[in-house]
């Protein structure tokens, strides 16, 4: 069942009916504000404005949830293209009259290429992991046309470790989460959240230039990276 989305769904609808919680591998559940998804550009920090100004170009929105950045590129007459793997917030897209819209996982997605690809509010998690990571550092680029640039946000999550947790055989930025809504629980599913440095030497050593472009005082930052 599609969690996230149905919650999407009811949020859109004005019949969200109680909290969305969000399980994690690292500590209590946590409540995830939905209305989040929804935020006019007026209410979106500075880091996701800044990333929606670097697009240029025809631009890929991965994970693009209900369509809040693309609708916002769209406005500003970039070529923009919205994919998403849930069929619910697709669905959400369209009504809220985004023109291009594509409903599948972006791993089984080959057929375009773009200047820009973005992937916001910590949208590289669904990589999963390290290998995950390694593994769309290289396959990303074929999507691109020369000169194209990825650019995406991420986090140092290492604040809620205590020194003696570190020692562990998986990366601490490997999480897993799972879905709560009306009592209904979803499948567990892996997300990353990668500390700048970590990034730069994998993107370097994938054959990419990676440029900080943004950092808050939340551990958040924002990236930009150019195949060499």
């Given at each position: 069942?599609?969690?996230?989305?149905?919650?999407?769904?009811?949020?859109?609808?004005?019949?969200?009916?109680?909290?969305?919680?969000l399980?994690?591998?690292?500590?209590?559940?946590?409540?995830?504000?939905?209305?989040?998804?929804?935020?006019?550009?007026?209410?979106?920090?500075?880091?996701?404005?800044?990333?929606l100004?670097?697009?240029?170009?025809?631009?890929?929105?991965?994970?693009?949830?209900?369509?809040?950045?693309?609708?916002?590129?769209?406005?500003?007459?970039i070529?923009?293209?919205?994919?998403?793997?849930?069929?619910?917030?697709?669905?959400?897209?369209?009504?809220?009259?985004?023109?291009?819209?594509?409903?599948?996982?972006?791993?089984?997605?080959?057929?375009?290429k773009?200047?820009?690809?973005?992937?916001?509010?910590?949208?590289?998690?669904?990589?999963?992991?390290?290998?995950?990571?390694?593994?769309?550092?290289?396959?990303?680029?074929?999507?691109?046309?020369?000169?194209?640039?990825?650019?995406?946000d991420?986090?140092?999550?290492?604040?809620?470790?205590?020194?003696?947790?570190?020692?562990?055989?998986?990366?601490?930025?490997?999480?897993?989460?799972?879905y709560?809504?009306?009592?209904?629980?979803?499948?567990?599913?892996?997300?990353?959240?990668?500390?700048?440095?970590?990034?730069?030497?994998?993107?370097?050593?994938?054959?990419?230039?990676?440029?900080?472009?943004?950092?808050?005082?939340?551990?958040?930052?924002?990236?930009?990276?150019?195949?060499?």
């Amino acid at each position: 069942m599609d969690i996230y989305g149905t919650a999407l769904m009811d949020q859109y609808r004005g019949k969200l009916q109680g909290k969305v919680w969000l399980h994690n591998s690292y500590g209590h559940p946590e409540e995830m504000p939905i209305d989040i998804f929804f935020r006019p550009e007026a209410d979106m920090p500075d880091l996701e404005i800044t990333a929606l100004n670097l697009c240029k170009g025809k631009t890929l929105d991965i994970g693009a949830g209900v369509g809040s950045h693309a609708l916002i590129l769209e406005s500003r007459a970039i070529d923009v293209t919205a994919l998403e793997i849930s069929k619910k917030a697709c669905e959400i897209m369209k009504n809220r009259g985004l023109k291009k819209i594509i409903n599948t996982d972006i791993m089984q997605f080959h057929t375009e290429k773009y200047d820009t690809i973005i992937l916001l509010m910590n949208g590289i998690g669904l990589c999963g992991d390290i290998t995950g990571l390694r593994y769309f550092l290289n396959y990303i680029k074929d999507l691109l046309m020369p000169g194209g640039q990825l650019v995406f946000d991420s986090s140092d999550i290492a604040y809620l470790y205590k020194p003696d947790e570190f020692i562990s055989s998986n990366y601490f930025g490997e999480i897993s989460y799972q879905y709560e809504y009306q009592n209904i629980k979803g499948n567990w599913f892996k997300w990353l959240y990668v500390d700048f440095n970590t990034l730069k030497v994998l993107a370097e050593k994938s054959g990419w230039e990676c440029e900080m472009i943004y950092e808050d005082d939340m551990d958040q930052y924002l990236v930009r990276l150019i195949a060499n």
